[in-house]
């Protein structure tokens, strides 16, 4: 069964900065899209950006500048670099996996379009 599990959340003060992480199992991340995500109270689980195995990366324009996205095939880990934080990051925060994906991270830019997801880690940003 693969499994995805993020770390990395906590409270950070407004301008401060954090490193998600995001660490894959029970299957094989040769060929993949990894998409992080997050939700806010009261509102749709949002994209935040996605990158593939062979690292081509996408952004959603709400955090673009600000967030950067990598992964290690090697270390079945990826990770997203948040700087800058403001208030409107505050979020529970997911990565979600598309094993063999058909299409370039571009493409998936929507929760529908991945198979496994981990079970989240709460960014909370103070001002």
């Known amino acids: 069964q693969v499994q995805l599990v993020e770390s990395g959340g906590g409270l950070v003060q407004a301008g401060g900065s954090l490193r998600l992480s995001c660490v894959g199992s029970?299957?094989?991340?040769?060929?993949?899209?990894l998409g992080w995500f997050r939700q806010a109270p009261g509102k749709e689980r949002e994209f935040v950006a996605s990158?593939?195995?062979?690292?081509?990366?996408y952004y959603a324009e709400s955090v673009k500048g600000r967030f950067t996205i990598s992964g290690d095939n090697g270390k079945n880990t990826a990770w997203l670099q948040i700087n800058a934080l403001n208030a409107e990051d505050t979020a529970v925060y997911y990565c979600a996996a598309v094993l063999r994906p058909a299409y370039s991270a571009v493409y998936y830019d929507r929760a529908g379009r991945y198979s496994y997801w981990g079970q989240g880690t709460q960014v909370t940003v103070s001002s």
């Open positions: 029970g299957g094989t991340f040769s060929r993949y899209v």
């Open positions: 990158i593939s195995w062979s690292g081509g990366s």
